[in-house]
């Protein structure tokens, strides 16, 4: 395989003309020059140029080589320039997080798009367990958990609170224990833990979502409210949820004396360097949250 460093100071030298002004192009010695010209000579078995001191001209091998190879040089250089670019608005980037904030931040992240059409988000909605999993193995470039993180090789950062929520049918106003056990309860893959972090701070009575009738289950984020608005149960989900919910005027959402709130935790691959596309959309992240400019780690 031609050398494509030879190949390039040979181009240069026929763009130039001249072996000195080339090695100043180059930032190299003459004898540098000549000598790859003449490694490409030995490579190809062929005279390349009809030297003429410090001029020359060339041979029809020469001049078929630099047909050739011009386009091969440019298209390298080229490579160069679009790896070492690391641009604010241009990519893909991914990112995972729970459904609930995903409700939030998903169209708020469209709207940059729209922007910057070549700025591309890949958005998907999985549990902390997922999230944590896809940082880890080079799958996500960024992703909100509300957990810490049980690898060391993600990092994370809090980035602001969301609320859980009781949410029952319209027409209860003071939401009883007798109440809710009549209703049953609405699951979901986090419903246990957000009722054991709400419920349990307000409810003497309460131990574990299992001690409700169960009253349905959905592991889809938008359709989990949609029994609790036909009077089918009743359910705890973070307010982002709850926000997103088309039907919000067929449900109550209940603030109780004791709130109780799941911190949003700014995920990432510890020790990575992030690039600019990413700190763009962390950026626009946080202004989703309602959150200022900060350090994109």
């Known amino acids: 395989m031609i050398n494509p460093v030879w190949l390039r100071s ?6 130039v003309g001249h072996f000195t002004r080339t090695a100043e192009r180059l930032h190299m010695t003459q004898s540098g020059v000549s000598q790859h010209v003449r490694k490409l000579e030995q490579h190809l078995e062929r005279s390349l140029l009809i030297r003429q001191g410090k001029r020359f001209t060339l041979t029809d091998a020469g001049s078929r080589l630099y047909r050739e190879a011009s386009a091969i040089v440019e298209s390298l250089s080229d490579l160069e320039r679009r790896i ?8 893909v980037v991914r ?6 904030v995903g409700l939030k931040l998903y169209p708020h992240l469209l709207e ?7 700025l591309v988000m890949d958005y998907r909605f999985a549990p902390n367990a997922d999230v944590e999993r896809a940082i880890a193995d080079y799958r996500v470039d960024v992703g909100i ?7 060391d090789e993600v990092g994370i950062k809090p980035v602001g609170e969301e609320p859980l929520l009781l949410v029952t049918p319209k027409n209860m106003s003071e939401p009883r224990w007798e109440q809710l056990m009549e209703l049953g ?20 009575e309460f131990h574990h979502s299992n001690q409700f009738p ?8 938008s359709l989990i409210l949609q029994p609790v608005s036909m009077g089918l149960g009743f359910t705890v989900l973070p307010a982002y949820a709850v926000e997103a919910f088309p039907a919000r005027e067929l ?19 510890r020790n990575q360097p992030v690039a600019n596309r990413v700190r763009t959309v962390i950026e626009a992240m946080r202004e989703g949250l309602g959150l200022g400019a900060g350090d994109s780690h």
């Open 95 to 100: 990112i995972m997080s729970p459904g609930s």
């Open 214 to 221: 169960l009253a349905g289950f959905s592991n889809q984020i």
């Open 10 to 15: 040979f181009c240069t030298l026929v763009e």
């Open 112 to 118: 940059l798009q729209r922007r910057h059409p070549k």
């Open 251 to 269: 449900v109550q959402t209940h603030r109780l004396s004791k709130p109780a709130s799941e911190t949003l935790l700014l995920c990432f691959r």
């Open 185 to 204: 309860f609405v699951d979901h893959p986090d419903g246990a833990h957000h009722a054991g972090l709400l419920l349990g701070a307000n409810y003497p």
């Open 84 to 91: 070492g670019a690391d641009p604010l608005h241009d990519g």
């Open 145 to 151: 958990m509300t957990s810490p993180s049980s690898l």
